[in-house]
């Protein structure tokens, strides 16, 4: 008798299983509309891509000054603000690795998008994009990854009824010359550490969510530093490209000769599974502007 319970367990076991909130997600995931970015190269780049795997990875990489972190407010706004302002209505989390995130500027960034609305309304809609923004700050690749991967559960507790939309990284290479010297040390790949830690925990992650995940990086091994990629993955390390990702990486460039004393232009490029798109955009006070967005809205 006790073998024969023994042996239904077993096969209880053997059964696959999924929880509510991944059986929930799923769903959820199958009968939403595409997210757009509100970015016309970016949004119909991932049109011409789209349902070449089970989420999208953003790598963006460029020399200073070129408006990678005005990139990440404007996609973070993007995110947080509601859809009736062209947002995605969901919550985001940041990993600030290296002390550059500005809250205030973000902060003054959304006000700016708002500026045609009513200032009651808009002063509640920032507040409520603060709200839906976490922001974290680990001290060690370690740090990072464990913090990822209690992620779900965090923002379980902390959102119940708001989806996660996004998933920013500043800047990914923040640890990398500290990784690469344990790295050397222990006798193992001398390559960043920290990738092949994120790729499952990440893998994982989109399973459960299906969010956007934007990571800035500066271009360091393998390649002179500001030389975009010739080719998909060439600049990303070999573990995410054995994940089941959209992977694209999106390369700026400044551009000196139409800079102003307070306002700078760059262009943008993605590229990505044999496609590419491309365009001009502007930083200033209120942020980054592409055309035709030209209120950002």
Known sequence: MHTHDGTAEDLLHEIPSESLQQLLCLVRCASRKPVLTRITSIDSYLASTS????????????????????????????C?????FGGWNKAAFVYDMDGQFSISRFREIVTYQLQECDSLLGSIIVENCLKSM?????????????????????HSKHFPGLELGLIAIHSLDAFYWIDRY???????????????????????????????????VWGLPRRSR??????????????????????????????????????????????????ASSSDFKIGRSGVLFEPYATNR
């Open 51 to 78: 349902g070449r795997g089970s989420g999208d990875v953003f790598q963006l990489h460029g020399p200073p000054g070129s408006g990678k972190t005005h990139l990440l407010y404007f996609f973070l706004a993007t």
């Open 80 to 84: 947080t603000m509601p859809a009736s």
């Open 134 to 154: 976490h922001i974290f700050r680990p001290t060690s690749s370690d740090q990072l990854a464990v913090s990822l991967a209690h992620l779900s559960l965090y």
């Open 182 to 216: 344990h790295a050397e040390h222990a006798q193992t790949s001398p390559g960043n550490p920290l990738h092949p830690k994120l790729a499952p925990i990440l893998d994982k992650m989109q399973g459960l969510h299906r969010m956007f995940v934007l990571f800035t």
């Open 226 to 275: 500001w030389t975009p990629p010739s080719n998909d993955h060439e600049a990303i390390d070999p573990s995410f490209s054995k994940s089941g990702y959209h992977l694209h990486q999106i390369s700026l460039q400044h551009n000196p000769l139409g800079s102003k004393q307070l306002e700078r232009f760059s262009n943008l490029q993605i590229l990505g599974h044999g496609e």
